[in-house]
């Protein structure tokens, strides 16, 4: 294994949660190295792979992280020349006018080629209640290139699970091109902990001792604030970047700050922070 995949593989392992993902990218990796191994010893090569993949889950899961750090497996690997993630939405590819829907899509698409595309919240491309609506050029667009290009081009398609099932299962050619799903479960309040201390660590931000509990149970209260609204990490990300002005609210009462007092996150900051949170 080369020193760029172990570093990638590595990035993805670290991640708190993501079970599926992690395990889904575990059995890619021997499967490759397996069909090398069989090819090596005169067995020809192995029975093709789909790479074009669906992301299932709610927002704030990790779709675009693992999405940005597969792409550069992929790369590494040998199956992509380059390694980008041109991602996408349906208001990059669809246009009102009848007919240039399909030449905007051509264009992001060619972006693509020898990478991978990642289209966000795919679903919104396909509209059967609106005669009028022009997502579908898109996805025969999008079809077409993934024939086309079928050695070049990789497809992660993502969205709500729901969602991503009815699309798929809107369209023959979308059902046989995507055969791999990988599901993105929801954060549970544990691994918004995990996430947080990730945050201040990548931030250069410290957590004061008598504050980590006080963590662990704003984890919990995120998620039953937001309900059915509950995004995961992005609820989380909210969260620390308001405990960070509550922090410098704090900070700006003092005459003198330390190096130490910038990076220190108090009980209170956590505590103000929740109080506030919606």
């Known amino acids: 294994m080369n020193e760029d995949l172990e570093k990638n593989l590595n990035e993805i392992n670290k991640l708190p949660g993501l079970k599926r993902v992690k395990e889904e990218v575990k059995?890619?990796?021997?499967?490759?190295?397996?069909?090398?191994?069989?090819?090596?010893?005169?067995?020809?090569?192995?029975?093709?792979?789909?790479?074009?993949?669906?992301?299932?889950?709610?927002?704030?899961?990790?779709?675009?992280?693992?999405?940005?750090?597969?792409a550069n497996i992929y790369r590494d690997l040998g199956i992509i020349a380059g390694g980008?993630?041109?991602?996408?939405?349906?208001?990059?590819?669809?246009?009102?006018?009848k007919g240039k829907t399909a030449e905007r899509a051509a264009d992001k698409f060619n972006e693509a080629i020898d990478n991978v595309l990642f289209i966000d919240e795919a679903?919104?491309?396909?509209?059967?209640?609106?005669?009028?609506?022009?997502?579908?050029?898109?996805?025969?667009?999008?079809?077409?290139?993934?024939?086309?290009?079928?050695?070049?081009?990789?497809?992660?398609?993502?969205?709500?699970?729901?969602?991503?099932?009815?699309?798929?299962?809107?369209n023959a050619g979308l059902a046989s091109r995507f055969k791999r799903n990988i599901i993105f479960e929801n954060y549970n309040d544990l691994e918004l902990y995990q996430i947080f201390y990730k945050l201040c660590r990548d931030n250069k931000y410290m957590i004061a001792n008598d504050a980590s509990s006080t963590i662990k149970n704003?984890?919990?209260?995120?998620?039953?604030?937001?309900?059915?609204?509950?995004?995961?990490?992005?609820?989380?990300?909210?969260?620390?970047?308001?405990?960070?002005?509550i922090q410098s609210v704090r900070l700006n009462k003092k005459e003198s700050k330390t190096k130490l007092d910038l990076m220190m996150i108090k009980k209170e900051d956590i505590e103000n922070t929740i109080n506030n949170f919606s």
């Open 218 to 245: 704003t984890c919990k209260k995120i998620i039953e604030i937001t309900g059915d609204k509950y995004s995961n990490a992005r609820d989380l990300r909210r969260f620390f970047e308001s405990c960070i002005q």
């Open 27 to 70: 059995n890619l990796l021997a499967f490759l190295e397996n069909s090398k191994d069989r090819k090596e010893q005169g067995l020809g090569d192995a029975m093709p792979l789909t790479y074009h993949l669906i992301f299932s889950g709610n927002p704030g899961t990790g779709k675009t992280t693992v999405a940005r750090l597969l």
């Open 123 to 170: 679903y919104t491309l396909s509209n059967k209640k609106d005669p009028n609506d022009n997502g579908q050029e898109a996805i025969d667009e999008l079809l077409k290139f993934m024939e086309d290009y079928r050695d070049r081009l990789i497809v992660i398609v993502a969205g709500y699970e729901t969602n991503m099932k009815e699309f798929i299962a809107s």
């Open 84 to 97: 980008k993630l041109i991602e996408v939405t349906r208001s990059d590819l669809v246009v009102a006018e």
